[in-house]
């Protein structure tokens, strides 16, 4: 009798071992476009992103690559210009925010356009900022996450400007247009009350 308690016990054991781990999904475009749209991979058990999460254009080329681990990202993050080819950007996260070294790169050559260092979601420098043709502009009078950040278009015209404090935007966020058009959005701590969202750089 112990025996065949035993045997029900272990095959329950492993049935309930094989319901676990990820399980992939892929999912496909519609209104009769064919190809993938993307593919992730999901815990067995609780149903959350869990590993590597994949997206791709219509013509299949790869779009992003992102590692997630209980249902946030976490790890190495990949974005990829729509050919697919060249790296568009690359970032790491911790718990669904960035952290360390983020890089930015143009589609027509691959060159550097940024180098931003970010403290777990928090905006530390803009170390390096270039225009298309490579040369280098100025990001602002900032350090340590606090001070005035600009940021460019791909042409290397002013785009941004705003203000950091301890590493989340402080104060008035201003656009500005190639024709020299001025909006402005009002942060605190981050945060926008009338779009109801935190605001992140990258």
């Given at each position: ?46 149903g959350y992103l869990n590993g590597v999460a994949t997206t791709y254009t ?111 935007v402080d104060g008035y966020f201003v656009s500005i247009t190639n024709t ?23």
């Amino acid at each position: 009798m112990r025996f065949y308690q035993n045997a029900f016990l272990l095959s329950s054991f492993l049935m309930f071992f094989q319901s676990c781990g990820n399980k992939q999904i892929t999912e496909y475009y519609t209104f009769g476009d064919e190809g993938i749209n993307q593919q992730y991979e999901v815990d067995r058990l609780f149903g959350y992103l869990n590993g590597v999460a994949t997206t791709y254009t219509i013509e299949g080329n790869l779009l992003s690559k992102y590692h997630y681990r209980r249902g946030k990202a976490h790890g190495r993050a990949e974005m990829y210009c729509e050919s697919g080819a060249q790296l568009f950007s690359k970032a790491h996260f911790v718990n669904d925010q960035i952290d360390g070294i983020y890089e930015e790169y143009f589609c027509e050559n691959g060159q550097l356009r940024a180098k931003v260092l970010y403290d777990l979601g928090k905006l530390v420098e803009v170390s390096e900022i270039f225009d298309r043709k490579g040369d280098s502009l100025f990001s602002g009078d900032h350090s340590d996450g606090n001070g005035t950040v600009l940021k460019y278009d791909e042409y290397g015209n002013l785009s941004n400007r705003f203000t950091i404090k301890n590493g989340l935007v402080d104060g008035y966020f201003v656009s500005i247009t190639n024709t020299g058009y001025k909006d402005s959005t009002l942060y605190v701590n981050g945060y926008n009350e009338e779009q109801d969202y935190h605001f992140s750089l990258y």
